[in-house]
Nanobody
Framework: QLQLVESGGGLVQPGGSLRLSCAAI????????IGWFRQAPGKEREGVSY????????KYADSVKGRFTISRDNANNRVYLQMNRLKPEDTAVYYC?????????????????WGRGTQVTVSS
């Protein structure tokens, strides 16, 4: 059964760092893009970053550019989101999503599978 499982969330002080991991379980091909999205209470889900199947294309939302870094390890079917200099406004549930045979997108409608999310809370 195909699954995406996020991990690495938690409580961190402003200015701190976290690394989120997305494990793609049951996928036998590397031809998929991964996107990271987040949803804060009372707000719509927004795209944070995405990476193409080869890792050659990486995009970031303006709100996280320069602070977050996306990467992938195809040998282990994992994608990471390194989050540095975290701010209280980064607090949200973070989801990873998989798009078959695509380059990635900030549109959540273009993804085929979703994880259940991991909570990130930035607070002093």
């Amino acid at each position: 059964q195909l699954q995406l499982v996020e991990s690495g969330g938690g409580l961190v002080q402003p200015g701190g760092s976290l690394r989120l991991s997305c494990a793609a379980i049951g996928f036998t091909s590397d031809y998929y893009a991964i996107g990271w999205f987040r949803q804060a209470p009372g707000k719509e889900r927004e795209g944070v970053s995405y990476i193409s199947s080869s890792g050659g294309m990486k995009k970031y939302a303006d709100s996280v550019k320069g602070r977050f870094t996306i990467s992938r390890d195809n040998a282990n079917n994992r994608v990471y989101l390194q989050m540095n200099r975290l701010k209280p406004e980064d607090t949200a549930v973070y989801y990873c999503a998989l798009q078959f045979y695509g380059l990635g997108s900030f549109s959540d409608r273009e993804y085929d599978h979703w994880g259940r999310g991991t909570q990130v809370t930035v607070s002093s």
